[in-house]
Structures are given as C-alpha cells and as structure tokens.
C-alpha cells in the first residue's frame, strides 16, 4: 500500500475553526430576546430614578389640594394624587431612586459577607471551613423580618442599617454557592500547577478561582436584586421605613390604607414592583443561559440551527467524478466526507472535521494520529452516534451497508453490540456504585439473551482472556478497588463481550503506565488476531501507532493530510505535516531485529 497525500486546497479561506472570546457570552445574552427587553426596562427603571431630581413634576412630599385623590390624567397629574395629595408620578420617580438604594446596600454587604467568606472557607478549608458554616447556619436559621423589627426598635427607621442587616442575612445563600464552587475548583490540575509555579495563595484565588465563581455570582446577584426589591418595599409597607421619604413599599402601604377612595394608586407601584423583580429573576435566568458552558447552542435561534443542519446534510457526500470516495466494498466500515460542526454564538457553524474519509477492514488496526483538537475523537464520536446533541453533522458512515448517519435507529442498534468502544479514562468509564461484575453482565445481557448465570459465567471466561489473575475476585470489586490497567481491561472485556466487528479504542493506553500500556496494546493486538477484529485506534502517540497499527490516517484540523499503511507513512511521510509530527516523535524503529538462532 501506498501513501496518499490528501490535499487540502481551500484550506486558508476556511473560517478559522472556534471563536471564542470573554464577551462571547455578553454577546449571547444581547442575542437573548427577553434578556434584551428585561435589560432596557431595568435601564430604564434606573433613568426613571436617577433622573428625579431634574425630571419629577414635584417635590416627593409637595402637596395640592386639587391632587388629593385625583385619578390618572388630570391635568398636572398624569398618574393622579393620593390621599394626600402628593403627585404619584414625581412620588414612583422619587421612590425608585431610594428603592434602587437599597437593593444596592443589600447587594454590597450579602457580597462583601458572603463571597470571601465563600472564598476562604473552600480554599483554605481548616478549621475556618467548619466554623464559618456554623455562622452561616445559624444566620439561616434567623428570621429577617422579625430581626428587622427588632432592628427598628433599636435605630428607627434607619434604611442603610436595614438593608446592611438585610444583606448579612442574604449572605449565606453566596457563601454556600462559592464555597461549592470553589471545593470543586481547588482539585483542579490548573489549580495545583499554578501552586507548583509558587503562586500566593492570593493569586491563585484572584486569578483562577475568582474567574471561576464569577457566573454563579452573577447569576445569584439578579436573584438577590429581584428579592432586595420585595424585601425593601416589605419593610417599608410594614411601616418600618421613613415616613417622610417616598418609596415603592411607603407608597403601597398609604395606597392600601386608601384602596377604597383611590385604586389607581396601588396599581402603580404594585406593578413597578413587580414588573421589576420579574425583569431581575428573567435576567437571571438569561445570565445562567448564557454563562454557563454550551449556551452558546441553545442560544442559537431554531430556524437559524434547522438552516444550517440542512445545509450540512445537502453537502455533496461523493465528490470525485470517478467516484474515488465512494464506500470501499472490502471495507467493514467506510467513512466518507464526514463533518461535523457546532453552531456558534455569532450564528455560524465552526467546523470541527471536515471531510474524513476512512475505512476499516477486517483484522486491520488503522491508527488515527493527530495533535490535540484536531478532530480525532469528534471522529470516533460520529462513527458511534455519541456526538453531543448540538453536533451538526454530514457525510457517510457506511457499515454494513448501511449509512448510520442518515438511520440513528441502525446506528443505536450497531452500536456496542457490533461497534464496540474502548475510552481513554478507564476509571472514569465505570460506576463506582455497581461491582464490576455487575456492570459487565448488565452490559452483556443488554445486548444479547443470556441467562444471569449464562452471562457471568462468559463473563468470568472472558475476564480471563483479557489477562486478569484472579476473575471471580475482580467480579466482585468494586471500580476503585481496582487499578488502571486492570480497569482498562475490565473496559476491553466489556467491549469484546458482544462479539463487535469493530472496536474504535480512543487513546486506550494514555491513562496507563508504560509497562501496563505494553499490555495492553498486546492484548488489543491478540484480540484482533482471534477474531479478525477491524480496529480505529485514536492516538496522539506515533509510538502506539508503530507499535500496533496496520495503516494510519494522519488528522490536522479537522482534515486526515494523509493515510496509508504504517510503513510506507513512517518510510516515506509526503505532508508536510506528517514529516513535522514524525521528527517531533522518537520514532520506533520498524526494522526487524534479528534474533539469536
Ligand atoms: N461539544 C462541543 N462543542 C464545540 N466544540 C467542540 C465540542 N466537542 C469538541 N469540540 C471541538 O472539536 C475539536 C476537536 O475535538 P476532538 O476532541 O475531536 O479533538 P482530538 O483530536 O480528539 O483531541 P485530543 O487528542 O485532545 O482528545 C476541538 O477544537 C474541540 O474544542
């Protein structure tokens, strides 16, 4: 066999795979219809507030004999008076500046008491962890409006001490979500290299940790404003605010007292408080949407994301006049043209593979090599229907004569039972709730009509096969009673249970030690030998690739530059690429070594 070079012609007028960036998701959240209306009315909430010292008709408290009461549109009152005669509309304008004012207060103190809290007690853990969740316990256990009255007894009414109080008792709710946070962050491999490079704890926190809390924060904050709004205009309604200063809760509680003479003058700041805390909640509903991982596909519009899925399946699946790209007929499974895609924030599609063409045949092991992110796994993940649900994607996976992409019943029922998977994590890849006897014989009963005692005693059998001592001790241990390799292996016996035609193995050995990783490439290679296994084997490693691998396709952004079988690639590289990976990998050598006699 021969190299073949895949040209890749129109590469540089190709959009550049991902865009990402930090404001991506202050662009998603703009593209957010309701998230758009719930901003300009909470801006202009603020304007309408703000701007009362220059724009309200009156003084909050300035009286009229004629306003006393007066209903909606009467001249000089475009919202009419209350009972005492004061002009609503100047009183909503006055009472938003101070209502904004203290949910401002409670805002400031639930974060100033409750992120650092949050921060030190997740990071630092110690003795501070247990304690600061004392305090916030017990702070959850009070009752706020009772401790506000309380309060009122002591100050009057005193709206900056309120609020204050308000906010410390709003704290817990960011220091549980902080904290929460930050214990899952602080495992994190970033986490420890930046300690190993002899970062303060200080920049740790300011730099990866903070970075990390900041969309649960945000999102919290809306949260917190919405109910800071409700909570302000309850004190003040209670009567525990200044009489002598308008706000949307005063105004509601002298409304209420005058319901009967004056109805118009509840509706107004009733529905300016609820208007609103709506708007906040809404905002933070389209924050989380749009902060959290993978907004950016539910942020694309559906006619915008039906467009562009037919526009990838209309893609011309054979593209050669002499039909070059059609399905190999030898070949067990047959990938052609494949591509796959993920919408993006600014409505396109970021390409991620883009044309594959692979086949497999029986007892060939093709090894697919390529560099981080170029789309090696995206394949393997077509092939087995296990994309995420986002994923657009076009061409042929012909197995059996049958193209799986365009039948997802056919590709479900191939799938684990004649397309088998090996993943890269072992111990991530079995549940730590079920022995790993159980989930083989689950796996294996799922697939094909044994008895329970049928399928462990092919079980145990097969346990064997792939190497592990002691079978009936192992069936019965649990994932973390077992080590790595002996994981890996739990995961191939699971895998050739089912009698599969092909096994897609994405970078089985990775997770594994060297001596294990032998092993293991021993064993996939004696498996295939028995049972003509056709095999894709993804890996980064030219070594693993030299070591166990027939043919090889060699993978760069999304496009295989070239392919053919192992020797001929290692011999002779033609790409450029393949020459740059090759020099930059300490190439095994394939020439036979003689042996003694
Ligand atoms: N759900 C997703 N949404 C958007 N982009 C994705 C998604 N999953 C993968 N990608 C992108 O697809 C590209 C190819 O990823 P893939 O996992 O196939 O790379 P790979 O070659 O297997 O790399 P590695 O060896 O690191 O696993 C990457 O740029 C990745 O960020």
């Avoid at 021969?2 to 129109?10: I, N």
């Avoid at 704890?201 to 409700?230: E, M, N, Y």
């Avoid at 064993?523 to 993804?538: A, H, I, S």
Wanted: aromatic share 6%; hydrophobic share 50%; charged share 20%.
């Amino acid at each position: 066999m021969t190299t073949q070079p895949v040209a890749a012609p129109q590469e540089a007028a190709e959009p550049a795979p991902a865009r990402r960036g930090r404001s991506a998701w202050v662009r998603r959240l703009l593209h957010n219809p309701m998230a758009l209306a719930c901003l300009v009315f909470l801006a202009a909430a603020l304007v309408f507030g703000l701007s009362s010292p220059w724009l309200a008709p009156y003084a909050p408290n300035a009286t009229q004999l004629d306003a006393v009461n007066a209903p909606p549109f009467t001249p000089g009152h475009v919202l009419g008076g209350d009972g005492s005669g004061r002009d609503i509309l100047s009183r909503l304008m006055w009472g938003t500046q101070r209502t904004l004012f203290a949910c401002v207060i409670i805002l400031c103190s639930a974060l100033v008491a409750g992120v650092p809290a949050g921060l030190v007690a997740g990071y630092r853990r110690g003795a501070a962890d247990p304690l600061i969740n004392w305090v916030s316990d017990l702070i959850m256990t009070l009752p706020g409006i009772v401790l506000l009255i309380a309060l009122y007894t002591l100050t009057g009414p005193n709206l900056v001490a309120a609020m204050t109080v308000f906010g410390v008792l709003v704290a817990p709710s960011y220091f549980r979500l902080v904290r929460g946070v930050v214990l899952g962050v602080r495992g994190e491999l970033y986490v420890d290299a930046a300690k190993v490079m002899g970062l303060s704890d200080t920049r740790i926190i300011g730099r990866h940790i903070l970075w990390a809390v900041r969309a649960p924060v945000i999102i919290q904050s809306a949260f917190v404003l919405g109910g800071g709004i409700a909570i302000q205009a309850a004190v003040d309604f209670l009567g525990l605010g200044d009489p002598s200063k308008a706000s949307w809760g005063a105004m509601l509680q002298e409304a209420f007292a005058n319901i009967y003479t004056n109805g118009w003058s509840v509706v107004w700041p009733a529905t300016l408080i609820s208007l609103t805390g709506l708007a906040l909640v809404l905002l933070g509903n389209a924050l989380r949407d749009a902060l959290q991982v993978g907004a950016a596909q539910h942020a694309l519009p559906r006619r915008r994301r039906a467009r562009l899925a037919a526009e990838f399946a209309a893609r011309p699946k054979t593209e050669s006049p002499e039909g070059e790209r059609l399905p190999a007929t030898d070949a067990l499974l047959s990938v052609r043209g494949l591509r796959v895609a993920y919408p993006t924030a600014d409505e396109a599609a970021a390409e991620v593979v883009r044309g594959v063409d692979l086949d497999i045949r029986a007892g060939e092991i093709r090894g697919l090599v390529g560099e981080s992110g170029s789309g090696k796994t995206q394949t393997a993940f077509s092939v087995l229907g296990i994309l995420s649900a986002h994923a657009l994607v076009g061409g042929w996976v012909v197995f059996d004569g049958e193209d799986l992409l365009a039948d997802p019943a056919a590709q479900a029922r191939s799938r684990g039972r004649r397309i088998a998977y090996v993943p890269q994590e072992p111990m991530t890849n079995l549940d730590p709730c079920f022995t790993v006897g159980t989930q083989l014989v689950h796996g294996l009963r799922a697939v094909r009509l044994l008895s329970a005692a049928e399928a462990k005693s092919e079980v145990l059998a097969l346990l064997a096969r792939v190497g592990i001592k002691d079978p009936e001790h192992v069936f019965r241990l649990y994932p973390h009673q077992i080590s790595g390799g002996m994981a890996q292996r739990v995961l191939i016996c699971g895998a050739v249970a089912a009698g599969p035609d092909v096994i897609i193995a994405d970078e089985p050995t990775t997770a594994l030690d060297v001596t294990v990783q032998a092993e293991v490439l021993d064993l996939l290679r004696e498996l295939r030998d028995e049972r003509g296994l056709g095999m894709l084997l993804v890996t980064h490693n030219f070594g693993v690739v030299a070591d166990l691998c027939d043919t090889v396709s060699v993978m760069k952004d999304g496009r295989i530059v070239e392919s053919g079988d192992v020797r001929s690639i290692f011999d002779h590289p033609r790409h450029p690429y393949t020459k740059e990976l090759l020099s930059s990998t300490r190439v095994v050598d394939l020439e036979e070594v003689p042996t003694d006699g």
